[in-house]
């Protein structure tokens, strides 16, 4: 009887890791990225422009901006990190993409009318 209940301990183990390992990524870690202005070159941070997350919607099946359609999250995050932090576009597995990704589909801001950010 100890012997089932150690293998089903074992795999109940490796279950709850492997979970953790896809769960995707970890939104504390994806909120220090945001305020990280060494995702880019230009000393800008995600939260430079979308201090706490603002005017960005995660939740949303494709975004557009300037004008530019971007199919997932992640796209929208690398134009925002080419485009407006002049930075290198992330690889959409590495860990820092999921993270980021993990934290930007957190947010629910709205839209702004006015456009209040320059620079982009
Ligand atoms: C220089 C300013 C600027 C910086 C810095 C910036 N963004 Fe943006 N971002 C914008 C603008 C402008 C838009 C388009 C907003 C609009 O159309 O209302 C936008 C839109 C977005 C959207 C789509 C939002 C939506 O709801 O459609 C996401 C996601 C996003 N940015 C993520 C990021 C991330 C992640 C970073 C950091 C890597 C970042 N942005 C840095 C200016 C910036």
Redesign the pocket.
């Known amino acids: 009887m100890l012997k089932v209940r150690t293998v089903i301990f074992i795999a109940m183990s490796v279950l709850v890791i492997a979970g953790l390992a896809f769960a995707g990524g970890d939104v504390e870690k994806g909120k220090a990225l945001?305020n990280d202005p060494s995702?880019g070159t230009n000393g800008?941070?995600?939260s430079?422009?979308?201090p706490g997350g603002s005017?960005?919607?995660?939740q949303?099946n494709s975004?557009?901006?300037?004008g530019k359609k971007q199919a997932t999250?992640k796209e929208?995050?690398n134009f925002?990190?080419k485009m407006?932090?002049k930075g290198k576009p992330l690889k959409e597995d590495s860990e820092k993409m999921e993270n980021?990704a993990a934290y930007?589909k957190t947010l629910k801001g709205k839209?702004r009318k006015r456009k209040l950010?320059k620079?982009?």
């Open positions: 945001f995702l800008k941070s995600c430079s422009c979308h005017n960005i919607n995660g949303k975004f557009t901006i300037m999250v929208a995050i925002c990190v407006a932090l980021l930007v839209k950010i620079g982009c």
